[in-house]
T-cell receptor, first 112, second 117 residues
Framework: DAKTTQPTSMDCAEGRAANLPCNHS???????VYWYRQIHSQGPQYIIH???NNETNEMASLIITEDRKSSTLILPHATLRDTAVYYC?????????????FGSGTQLTVLP | AAGVIQSPRHLIKEKRETATLKCYPI?????VYWYQQGPGQDPQFLIS???????DKGSIPDRFSAQQFSDYHSELNMSSLELGDSALYFC????????????????FGAGSRLTVL
């Protein structure tokens, strides 16, 4: 699976959009980009995933560059409850059950 | 909606004792994963089961074992506990129903916090 690189930490003002970048320059054509987050001491939570098209759900939007070497997770109106560590993970479709490997994510702090 | 249920939520053990953690996946999920998260660390994959068979193995110590039962619940058994085993243990489940990309959508439980004294 491709290595991903994220900033260690970011701050965002409450009510503003939080834009979390992720670099995955060695991603292969069959690797999806998944985003999870972990609020302190809680179980990680799935947010969104995509292959090459931009995706949006009730939680966030995922923007993937045309060359697929980077992506941005957008939380459109950040709240204090969005303070968490955000993980970007590149993963192929499983031929069998596959585990997630959590690397160093981004600590997002939403400020009042 | 039903979630992943883990028990116990908190467990305190002495060194060299044995502990067992239980996980009840979301109904109709066919894959169960176990993760360990030490203080200030990222979750580390331990082991997974697909349709009751061991699927993948990560950094699970030899003192640990796990299995998935016929009702799909899973148990993580930890023996000869060491201080370093103190951690949050998460169970997660997933299914390939709805497309194989969905198999990478894991639902995690709230975790079991093990403290070894």
């Amino acid at each position: 699976d491709a290595k991903t690189t994220q900033p260690t930490s970011m701050d965002c003002a409450e009510g503003r959009a939080a834009n979390l970048p992720c670099n995955h320059s060695t991603i292969s054509g069959n690797e999806y980009v998944y985003w999870y987050r972990q609020i302190h001491s809680q179980g990680p939570q799935y947010i969104i995933h995509g292959l090459k098209n931009n995706e949006t759900n009730e939680m966030a939007s995922l923007i993937i560059t045309e060359d697929r070497k980077s992506s941005t997770l957008i939380l459109p109106h950040a709240t204090l409850r969005d303070t968490a560590v955000y993980y970007c993970i590149a993963l192929t479709l499983p031929g069998s059950a596959r585990q997630l490997t959590f690397g160093s994510g981004t600590q997002l702090t939403v400020l009042p | 909606a039903a979630g992943v249920i883990q028990s116990p939520r908190h467990l305190i053990k002495e060194k060299r004792e044995t502990a067992t953690l239980k996980c009840y996946p979301i109904p109709r999920h066919d894959t169960v994963y176990w993760y360990q998260q030490g203080p200030g660390q990222d979750p580390q994959f331990l082991i997974s089961f697909y349709e009751k068979m061991q699927s993948d193995k990560g950094s699970i110590p030899d003192r640990f074992s796990a299995q998935q039962f016929s009702d799909y619940h899973s148990e993580l058994n930890m023996s000869s506990l060491e201080l370093g085993d103190s951690a949050l243990y998460f169970c997660a489940s997933s299914t390939r129903t709805g497309g194989s990309s969905g198999a990478n959508v894991l639902t995690f439980g709230a975790g079991s916090r093990l403290t070894v004294l």
